[in-house]
């Protein structure tokens, strides 16, 4: 420290009390008893800037200054009063304290910060922190004592050499370390790595290193400094976490996988192998206990060092019941060392024996019974199990219990399953054998036969080999002395009795019993009969065994005699025929059914057709006498048409029945005197042992069956026909039929009855007709039709139907009710004939009757009147009147023919009884020839007529048309005003020529138009009477018009004029 | 019996043949005086203004009809005690019921026996035409 720089809190403490002293004194007025404010502030500056030393400087101005400018006497050092001096000692005492104080907070506030640089020194040490430079050019490596203790060196024993460091690291984390660095270099970025470091007594312990390199302005590296952390025990603390994370995965996963599989083996597998894995342990075994407490190890996952123990079955004596409560309860074994453990010492030598050190068992407990063991072993070394280990365990023993449980469940669903399955298919097959036994019943019959071929030749075949082997090998042997009855039986002899060999002693009572009694009168006396007649014996008889089975022996004996021709001695042999006595009696049972069998059955030899065997039943069938079909060609029996040859029939079902084996058919066969008749066959090929390959042809007579199935055809058809008929007669019918229940509501309604309701079949189902009825006259209908449904009588009526459209048909309804052949009512039958047109018709009629009656009746009213009042003289006196009488009746009497003229013609054309008499003309001509014709009404009404000149050839009745023309212009002219013309014009069309006749009168109105060519559709008929129409005209024209297939009509405004125009067709080529 | 003389008829008749026979035969013998109309408004019009003592009408006329006559004429308080008889060619009308129910008091027949017509319509009318 600089000399002036010791001086200056001293030069503070003079100034700053020269300051307050300033203020002091400047200030003074302003203040009382606060003298010392200013130097107290100066005594806290300066102690605080200064130290304690300057501070006391300043007090001791502060106090020579308040002595002496402001402690009277002013100005001079001294005191007057006791009081000031009081005073300014307390000052003295307060500066000093003062000054003391801030001293002192000072000091405390400095050595804070000495002891915060104290410890940023040691935390590194502190923190087990190394510190390491690396010097790069020249590869020198300096560490702290820290670093070398980090690395488990003592201080000083690290050489500061790269290999030396990378000796100490374990061998894997040397490469990336070196890389790390050389990252961390070339790219001047932060060195981060963790490491583990082998200290030189073998430990292993992780180190986290960071470091940065530094450059120089050429941009080369030229060290690298930075630290050194000792991780173990984070490590460790990430170790156990990733132990736990892995633990609860395999839980899970196993937890899973019995979800998802069923497969109980699999879990087992799985289990075991993940849990060896996971605890790096040498063996882990699921052991699974038998009710006496055996048990056998079911999955197991073994290290390659170390003995497979899978499925060995293992006993513990010393397990017994005493552990199995425990472990129900949930005991864990736990052993770290079997050695140390106190284990019972047969037991220790059972774990010896599996290469156990240490173990850990946790029962697997199933529904409260114990059903296992999972069991960790490790076999290297002792091994202190953790908690976690042992939670592990048991939690995975616990899944277990699920999965063996799921699986037990899954597999007694899947037996009843099966057993179900077995049962369907079961039934289903005694079903589908019942169905094949019916269908191949046919078959059967001819199995029969096959059966019967074959045993024939079988026996034939081994007739001779068997005997023989049975001689050799099943003979019996008897020797009999006489009289004395002495026997001697070998071995088989006893056996062929169903006796043990020589169980018992042979004698001839012995052999008595044992003959079947049916048998043994007649073997009795036979045997005697050829001794005595020196004959050889022989005999097929039955024995009883002792167990009561019958068996057939075939029996020989021989006699020898003495000089005198007496038997000395019998020797015999047996034999077991049953075999052969069964076969020959399902032969003679089987030929017995072949003979009487229902079906005629006849082989035929495949090579040359010809008959070898024919059955009763077959040579009945075909007439002919036993045995005569033999060796006859078996075409003789087949029917020859014109177009197949019996031989031809033969051949086809021969290669049916060769190529496929056997074949089912129908042929047309013939008796023996010809005639034919129809059977259905079964042929089958078999080996004959003489003939080779045969032909079984089962042949059933059907010609019954035949005709049966076409007379149902036939009546099936004339059913199917009548149907037809009688669907036709009602579907065609023009007249609505239906019928009902006996409630009357429709079972059935007819296409025409429909048409009329203007319903569905669907629709009128179940509904009664009175439904269809238009409600006007519904409730009328429906009442009478209840009566009469009631009553069961028949009905009658004419009614509206309404239509779902709103259309309204007329319809007379008749109505029957059916009764059964047993007169029990079933129902009605209903016709309903659509009367609308007809109703329409009738109505047009009366209509027409009365107009043409109102007509003919108002001239034949004015002539009988005229002409009755002149006849009764009345009018003698008046002339005038009587002739007015008398034009009446003329008048009257013209329009009366004229009348009856044209209904006269009307009909005649209307019924069609007018021939046309068509040729060739010109339309103008026909048109000048009517105006001719009218030429004086139209000079009389003062009316011009114009022709058109246009000459076209027209088709037509020449008169008929100049008749329509002579109307319509007569017509225009009657309707027309004077000085008016009256335009006739013709046009040549397409295919028409159309005739006009313009006008210039008064007009139609439009509600005319349409009517007017009606008859008596006058506009007026008053004023057309007086103008001597008859009301007939234009219906007249238009029926002309419509016989030469033309079309008439008018147009018209009312006023103007109307053009009335017909068309005549051009003849078509 | 009231006197017959002064008697006034209306004949309602569309056909003019017919109108003047009718009129003829009724002002001849039975000297009653007659007026006529061609069509059933004209009639309408003049038994309004004439106040006929009875009225003979055809039903079949072009326009409107005799039947549609009748029914105006009844709705017309001042004129529905005016008697009328159908002068007509249908049939069915001739019968009493049928005429009485349109509210007619006679029908006589077309063809009509023209000498003893005014017998027949004052036989209907209850006069005595002697």
Known sequence: ?1069 | MESVTTKRILIVEDERNLRTLVQISLEVLAGWKVIVAASGEEGLLLAERERPDAIILDVMMPGMDGITFLQELLANPDLQNIPVVFLTAKAELIEPECFAKLGATGAIAKPFEPLTLHKQVASFLGWDCE
């Open chain 1, 1 to 1069: 420290m600089r000399f002036y720089q010791r001086l200056v809190p001293y030069g503070v403490a003079i100034g700053s009390t020269a300051i307050a002293l300033l203020l002091t004194l400047w200030l003074e007025p302003f203040m009382f008893r606060t003298i010392g404010t200013f130097f107290y502030l100066a005594i806290i500056v300066t102690a605080w800037y200064g130290d304690l030393r300057s501070g006391f400087v300043t007090v001791v101005f502060s106090t020579l200054a308040i002595n002496y400018f402001f402690i009277p006497p002013q100005h001079i050092f001294g005191f007057d009063r006791g009081k000031d001096v009081f005073e300014l000692g307390i000052f003295l005492l307060v500066s000093v304290t003062i000054n003391l104080l801030t001293d002192r907070f000072r000091d405390s506030k400095q050595l804070a910060q000495e002891k915060a640089k104290l410890l940023l020194r040691i935390a590194p040490s502190a923190a087990q922190m190394g510190m390491w430079n690396w010097d790069i050019p020249t590869g020198q490596i300096q560490w702290s004592v820290d670093h070398e203790l980090l690395f488990g060196l003592t201080p000083g024993m690290f050489d500061g050499r790269y290999e030396s460091f990378l000796a100490c690291l374990y061998p894997d984390d040397r490469e990336p370390i070196n890389q790390a660095l050389q990252q961390a270099i070339e790219k001047n970025s932060l060195y981060q790595v963790e490491y583990r470091v082998v200290w030189p007594d073998g430990s292993i312990h992780w180190i986290e290193a960071r470091g940065h390199a530094f450059y120089n302005q050429a941009g080369e590296p030229i060290h690298m400094t930075g630290t050194a952390t000792a991780i173990d025990q984070r490590k460790q603390a990430q170790g156990l976490l990733q132990e736990k994370f892995e633990q609860q995965r395999l839980i899970m996963e196993i937890t899973q996988k019995i979800r998802q599989s069923l497969n109980i083996e699999e879990i087992f597998q799985t289990t075991v192998n993940e849990i060896r894995q996971l605890l790096q342990t040498d063996r882990v075994i699921i052991f699974q206990f038998d009710p006496k407490w055996r048990g056998t190890v079911v999955a197991e996952s073994v290290g390659t060092h170390w003995i497979a123990i899978l499925s060995t079955e293992i006993y513990d004596p010393c397990f017994g019941e005493n552990y199995v409560e425990p472990y129900k309860q949930g005991l864990v074994t736990v052993k770290s060392d079997i050695y140390k453990a106190g284990i019972d010492p047969c037991h220790l030598q059972l774990l010896a024996n599996f290469q156990v050190r240490a173990n850990l068992v946790v029962p697997i407990v199933k529904g409260g019974e114990l059903w296992g063991l999972l069991i960790a072993h490790n076999c290297a070394a002792p091994r202190q199990w953790q908690s976690t280990e042992i939670d592990f365990m048991r939690q995975l023993a616990n899944q277990m219990s699920i999965a063996i449980q799921q699986s037990e469940l899954f597999e007694q669903v899947q037996t009843e399953l099966r057993e179900r399955k077995q049962a369907e298919r079961a039934l289903q097959q005694l079903n589908a054998e019942l169905e094949q036994r019916i269908q191949e019943r046919t078959a059967k019959l001819s199995e029969v036969n096959d059966r019967l071929i074959e045993a024939l030749t079988a026996l034939q075949e081994s007739e001779e080999s068997r005997r023989l082997a049975l001689d050799l090998t099943h003979v019996g042997f008897w020797d009999m002395q006489l009289p004395s009855e002495y026997l001697v039986w070998n071995d088989i002899k006893f056996t062929l009795l169903g006796l043990d060999p020589f169980s018992i002693k042979p004698t001839r009572e012995l052999w008595r019993s044992h003959v079947h009694p049916d048998d043994l009168g007649w073997v009795e006396q036979k045997f005697l009969e050829s001794i005595e007649n020196q004959t050889d014996y022989a005999a097929e008889h039955r024995v009883i065994y002792p167990d009561g089975s019958v068996h057939w022996l075939m029996s020989r004996a021989k006699a020898v005699y003495n000089e005198l021709g007496q038997p000395v001695r019998v020797l015999g042999v047996l034999l077991d025929i049953s075999d052969r006595k069964r076969t020959e009696q399902i032969l003679e049972l089987q030929a017995v059914i072949t003979r009487n069998m229902a079906e005629g059955v006849c082989l035929v030899r495949a090579s040359d057709a010809v008959i070898v065997y024919a059955n009763p039943k077959f040579e009945q069938m075909f007439d002919y006498d036993s045995g005569e079909l033999n060796d006859r060609h078996v075409s003789i029996v087949n029917y020859a048409t014109e177009e197949v040859t019996a031989e031809d029939v033969t051949q086809a079902i021969r290669s049916a029945v060769l190529q496929n084996g056997e074949a089912i058919y129908e042929v047309h066969n013939v008796k023996k005197d010809g005639t034919p008749f129809w059977c259905k066959a079964t042929c089958s090929v078999f080996k004959h042992p003489d003939y080779g390959d045969v032909l079984v042809a089962v042949h059933q007579d059907i010609t019954l069956a035949k005709h049966l199935e076409e007379v149902r055809q036939q009546v099936e058809e004339a059913l199917r026909q009548s149907e037809a008929k009688f669907r036709s007669l009602s579907e065609s019918s023009p007249v609505g039929i239906f019928m009902t229940n006996t409630q009357g509501d429709c079972i059935y309604i007819n296409p025409r009855h429909q048409m009329i309701c203007g319903c569905t079949f669907d629709e009128a189902l179940g509904k009664s007709w009175v439904e269809f009825i238009h409600p006007e006259d519904r409730e009328e209908v429906a009442a009478e039709w209840a009566k009469v449904l009631s009553q069961r009588q028949e009905y009658s009526s004419e009614t509206r139907y309404i239509r779902k459209d709103g259309t309204i048909r007329f319809g007379r309804v008749l109505f029957a009710p059916i009764f059964s052949a047993v007169d029990e009512f079933v129902g009605y039958v209903g016709t309903v004939e659509d009367i609308t047109d007809s109703r329409a018709i009738e109505i047009m009629k009366k209509e027409f009757i009365s107009i043409v009656s109102h007509e003919l009746r108002t001239p034949l009213a004015a002539i009988r009147g005229s002409m009755g009042l002149l006849a009764s003289g009345v009018l003698q006196d008046k002339p005038e009147t009587a002739q007015q009488m008398l034009d009446i009746a003329v008048q009257n009497t013209e329009r009366l023919v004229r009348l009856v003229n044209d209904i006269l013609d009307l009909e005649r054309l209307e019924a069609r009884t007018v021939k046309l008499n068509k040729q060739w003309c010109d339309g103008v001509t026909l048109m000048q020839q009517s105006v001719k014709t009218v030429q004086s009404l139209a000079v009389q009404s003062n009316i011009t007529l114009f022709v058109e000149p246009t000459s076209v050839q027209v088709w037509a009745d020449s008169d008929l048309i100049v008749q329509t023309l002579v109307n319509l212009i007569g017509n225009a002219i009657k309707f027309s005003p004077p000085e008016t013309i009256v335009t006739l014009s013709i046009q040549d069309q397409t295919d028409q020529i159309l005739f006009q006749i313009q006008d210039q009168g008064r007009g139609i109105p439009a509600d005319k138009i349409d009517t007017i060519f009606g008859r008596f559709q006058q506009v007026d008929a008053s004023d057309s009477r007086q103008k001597g129409g008859t009301g007939l005209g234009l219906a007249i024209c238009k029926s002309i018009v419509k016989q030469h297939g033309g079309k008439i009509w008018v147009e018209s405004v009312v006023g103007e004029g109307s053009s009335f125009y017909f068309t005549l067709p051009k003849l078509l080529d």
